[in-house]
């Protein structure tokens, strides 16, 4: 079974900053390096699931949702960020 960031990334396959500047969301407990960007030290998603005691994303049931979008990838166009959205739904149900 894969392990899964709160957000539903699976870091050792979707991540192209795992174990090059990051060494996973869970291990790191939300503290990534590109949080910087965001203005913040914690993931916003990662922080926003640990508030709420959720493992994931995909206990809270309104994924994806307004978070996702704010901390979208800026490098992403609307098409792959749409393909990263479903990955990461399709990963939340293969936890089943």
């Not at 500047?21 to 922080?47: R, S």
């Not at 508030?51 to 992403?76: A, H, I, N, Q, Y």
């Amino acid at each position: 079974m894969k392990e899964l960031s709160r957000c539903g990334v699976c870091c050792e396959t979707d991540c192209k900053a795992y174990k090059v500047e990051c060494d996973g969301c869970n291990n790191l407990k939300g503290k990534v390096p590109w949080a910087k960007y965001l203005n913040t030290v914690l993931c916003p998603i990662y922080e926003c699931a640990e508030l709420k005691g959720f493992k994931s994303c995909k206990e809270c049931g309104k994924v994806p949702c307004e978070l996702w979008f704010s901390t979208r990838d800026p490098d992403f166009t609307d098409e792959e960020f749409q393909v990263d959205i479903k990955s990461r739904l399709k990963n939340f149900e293969e936890l089943i």
